[in-house]
């Protein structure tokens, strides 16, 4: 159940009910790749950092340990420990970027595993079954996503696979929900629009996808080589064709300055792995621009990351000290940028959401990008 609380302009305020809870959007999902958020935080951690939604990776888990392990566990919020809303991605994104020889068919793809080389099949239907076993929150369509610079005709006939997959999807996850022994029977769908850079190839895609009445829609294929500009633009054309009525979810972005600016047209649902590995390199996000701790300038400075902020890394440590740690290579230093970082953009979040209830989106926006100009 999705409801709008407020609007400001495209901007919206909502929130999805779940069945581990209700998410408030605008939301940054955290990235838990192989349920785990890289750089040593454990899910007792995402409390602290105002974790709403953690995201994990059907392919990785797939691979190792496999989706058949975690369901025997109890699923993947008894396995990891988690309680809240969590999203699984198809699986398709890293078929496409990280598996290696791959032969996409129309029954779905094949293609060797990137630890052990073993041959796999995914199709929309395996796709499926392995996030009904991860017994994720939401499960996200398999889909292929083409790379921006493809031809338009390799694109044209992709999108009209990815709808056929998609029909497949929702008919596959139908089933799973009705079997007795899946975990979580209550598992959402959202579809995913593609269609590279082509503007009009993408809207025809929303308006078909748009029928078939899912728990939410995504924007996927962005952020993959195009520019911001072409990004926006994109977004600006396509998501007015999304049902209004649905959560939507702009996937794999980005920088803050990104999410503002989807915020701004009408997007959810963000996730990136920015802020982690971004952290796990000692660059630390703050208002007033992004920080790089191994800088000698910050030897001997005693100050928090950011004045002001409330996570457990600023609360406690010094700039001075994170920078010995990092430079020491001791984990503690990886984690605590890490999770100030992720704190970052949940509080962030959490500030959006504010001011868009309260009508001063555009000018909170401003604010920020404008800080986010300053060089410290
Ligand atoms: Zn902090």
Not at 351 to 376: H, N
């Amino acid at each position: 159940m999705y409801q709008i609380l407020a609007t400001e302009g495209k901007a919206k305020r909502a929130r999805l009910e779940t069945v581990h809870g209700t998410i408030q959007t605008p939301v940054f999902m955290n990235v838990g790749t192989a349920a785990a958020i890289k750089g040593a935080v454990a899910t007792t951690d995402l409390q602290e950092i105002g974790t709403q939604v953690e995201l994990s990776n059907t392919y990785h888990l797939h691979v190792r340990p496999g989706d058949k392990v975690v369901k025997q566990l109890g699923g993947l919020h008894k396995f990891m420990n988690w309680d809240k809303p969590i999203l699984t991605d198809s699986g398709g994104f890293q078929v496409f970027s990280l598996a290696g020889l791959r032969k996409i068919k129309e029954e779905g793809v094949y293609f060797n595993s990137h630890v052990d080389g073993r041959k796999i099949f995914m199709g929309p239907e395996e796709s499926m079954q392995i996030q009904s076993n991860l017994a994720s929150t939401i499960a996200m369509a398999f889909d292929e996503c083409p790379s921006s610079v493809a031809e338009r005709d390799y694109v044209r006939k992709s999108v009209e696979r990815t709808t056929r997959w998609l029909k497949r999807c929702k008919t596959e996850m139908a089933r799973l929900n009705n079997l007795p022994d899946t975990i979580n029977q209550h598992q959402m769908l959202f579809g995913i629009n593609q269609g590279a850079i082509y503007e009009d190839i993408r809207i025809e895609h929303a308006q078909q996808i748009a029928e078939l009445d899912l728990d939410g829609y995504a924007v996927g294929g962005l952020a993959v080589g195009e520019s911001h500009e072409e990004m926006y633009h994109i977004l600006d054309e396509v998501v007015p064709y999304l049902p209004q009525n649905k959560p939507t979810y702009l996937m794999g972005v980005g920088t803050p300055a990104n999410i503002l600016e989807g915020v701004e047209r009408g997007i959810d649902f963000f996730d990136c792995v920015y802020p982690s590995r971004n952290g796990r390199h000692g660059h630390v996000y703050t208002n007033h621009g992004k920080l790089n701790l191994f800088n000698a300038k910050y030897e001997l400075d005693d100050q928090p990351i950011e004045e002001g902020c409330q996570c457990p890394a600023c609360r406690h440590y010094s700039r001075a000290y994170i920078r010995h740690l990092l430079k020491a290579k001791e984990m503690l230093g990886m984690r605590l940028c890490v999770l100030h970082n992720l704190y970052f953009y949940n509080h962030m979040m959490e500030e959006i959401r504010d001011a868009i209830e309260k009508g001063q989106f555009k000018e909170y926006k401003a604010k920020k990008l404008a800080g986010f100009e300053e060089t410290t």
